[in-house]
């Protein structure tokens, strides 16, 4: 008879969405884990806030159900039934000339259609000249190569012209991501655009002759949320699971011990903790990931250290009844901003608008965004002058002249990760660098794999297999020492 597996002893350091998934897949493979979480709450940048009778997304605002992982994971936890999916509407774009609908068919990646774009008002009849030729300019350019990666920015203006990346790229993609679309990476940014990039596919007839997009599942919207926020699904994640759980502790070394690792944990007070792992998720912000790996390998945390990010901010207003009116007459459920605005303000969503949950209130929500990568001035304001110069902005952008309470001010200083371009080949480097100097330590979440929540979904299962295999080969080998 075979001896029952010992369980190994897994730290999760980091309570965020990876990590929690990270967590949730060990345990369930039986493995004995602990998670570790500086503040005191689980979510990391899912938070959902309570503002009078509404739970708020002050982080991230929906998953995207389009994304496998995500379908399933929802589905596994049995929270398909009560998905919110967001409402169909209008969003708007600031141009230097005033608010522009946004074409239809127009996404983070650029136009999937020319006609909408043609009468849209946004382009010059230049510009709209030169990006009717991506069809030609697709067959003639060279295609990337493999090993080669460029920025959002360069490929789109190379397709289209430069002005679609500066009047659709820039405020849709740019204002996702904080960052600059002539930076960010095309391979880790607009992985959808890559098959075109390298096989010179033309964007706008391969998109053309697409079937419809084919939803998710039949009863899965495409972008969801629940009644009670994110944190729904976050809360969802360790229940009913044997995993410990250590809030306010932060985990500020990581040495090796006779067998797998000792990590040196402080809470608030400054009392200090060893934890013993035989595996390690750093499921943190790669600032955070850094000193802990440096002194095994200078060169991962270089690697690390040399990751940017760019400080956002959110910030909910509440109109009351009266301007309800006008904001309904305004229509849409957001507003995107390019980076040569000048203002602060990159997005504003209408919240009341674009979420069920919040249709029937008496006041309207609005959720303003700010914060790009390169661009401090957020760190000049206290949370005061930040709401009020952002409210004055967003009355500025669509005119709406009336009283507005502010609700929440959130701050992310660990902020949006800048993957820019070379990201995946720096990332091979740093695992490749991990494997060698740290075994059995693995490094996931949205500094890796890409911010949205379904990749992190992805990434924290693929360090919980990364751990698992890791773990079974060790086992084995001392099966077959002993
Ligand atoms: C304002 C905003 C809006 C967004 N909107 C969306 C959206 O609508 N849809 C979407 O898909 N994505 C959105 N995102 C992105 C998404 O929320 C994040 O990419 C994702 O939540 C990151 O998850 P994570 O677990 O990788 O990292 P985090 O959520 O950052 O979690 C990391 C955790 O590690 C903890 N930690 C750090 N250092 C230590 C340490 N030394 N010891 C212990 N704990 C530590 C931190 O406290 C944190 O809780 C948004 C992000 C922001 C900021």
């Avoid at 400054?270 to 600032?287: F, T």
């Avoid at 992805?458 to 099966?479: C, D, H, N, Y």
């Amino acid at each position: 008879m075979t001896e029952p597996q010992r369980a190994h002893r897994v730290v999760v350091v980091g309570g965020g969405m990876t990590g929690l998934v990270a967590a949730r897949r060990l345990a369930l493979a039986g493995q004995d884990v602990t998670v570790v979480e500086q503040r005191g709450r689980l979510g990391g940048q899912v938070h959902t806030v309570r503002m009078g009778s509404r739970w708020v997304d002050v982080g991230a605002e929906a998953v995207h159900l389009g994304a496998p992982a995500a379908r399933q994971l929802v589905t596994e936890l049995g929270l398909v039934d009560s998905v919110l999916g967001s409402r169909a509407g209008q969003s708007w774009l600031w141009t230097g000339r005033g608010l522009r609908a946004l074409p239809a068919g127009v996404t983070p990646s650029g136009p999937t259609r020319l006609r909408p774009v043609l009468t849209s008002g946004v382009m010059s009849a230049r510009g709209l000249g030169r990006a009717g030729l991506e069809p030609l300019v697709a067959r003639v350019r060279p295609g990337l190569a493999d090993d080669e990666d460029v920025s959002v920015g360069e490929f789109v203006s190379s397709r289209f012209g430069a002005e679609v990346t500066e009047r659709f790229i820039d405020p849709l993609l740019g204002s996702l991501h904080a960052g600059d679309v002539h930076r960010l990476s095309l391979r880790a940014c607009a992985p959808a655009l890559v098959d075109a990039a390298t096989h010179r596919r033309s964007l706008v007839r391969r998109r053309q002759a697409a079937a419809p997009q084919p939803g998710c599942a039949p009863t899965l919207p495409m972008f969801g949320t629940w009644s009670g926020g994110l944190h729904t699904l976050t809360e969802a994640l360790l229940a009913g699971l044997p995993v410990t759980v250590r809030l306010g502790c932060r985990v500020q070394r990581l040495t090796a011990a006779p067998t797998g690792y000792a990590l040196e944990l402080a809470d608030a007070g400054g009392a200090v903790a060893e934890l013993r792992a035989d595996a390690v998720v750093l499921a943190v912000p790669a600032s955070a990931a850094s000193p802990l790996v440096a002194p095994h390998s200078p060169r991962a945390g270089g690697i690390l250290d040399d990751a940017e990010v760019a400080k956002v901010a959110t910030v909910v207003l509440g109109f009351n009844r009266s301007a309800t009116k006008a904001l309904r007459a305004f229509g849409g459920t957001g507003v995107l901003l390019p980076s040569t605005s000048g203002m602060l303000l990159k997005a504003a969503t209408h919240l009341s608008r674009k979420w069920p949950q919040f249709a029937d209130d008496d006041s309207c929500l609005v959720r303003l965004s700010a914060g790009r990568s390169g661009d401090d001035r957020l760190a000049a304001l206290t949370d005061d002058e930040l709401a009020r110069q952002l409210a004055a902005e967003f009355r500025t952008v669509t005119g709406l002249d009336a009283p507005a309470e502010v609700l929440h001010v959130q701050r992310w200083p660990d902020g949006l990760p800048q993957l820019g371009v070379g990201h995946q080949a720096r990332l091979h480097t740093l695992r490749e660098e991990l494997a060698r100097a740290l075994p059995g330590v693995v490094v996931a979440g949205s500094a890796y794999e890409g911010l949205g929540l379904a990749s992190c979904i992805t990434s924290g299962e693929a360090a919980a297999a990364a751990v698992s295999a890791g773990l079974t080969r060790t086992t084995t080998t001392k099966e077959v020492r002993a």
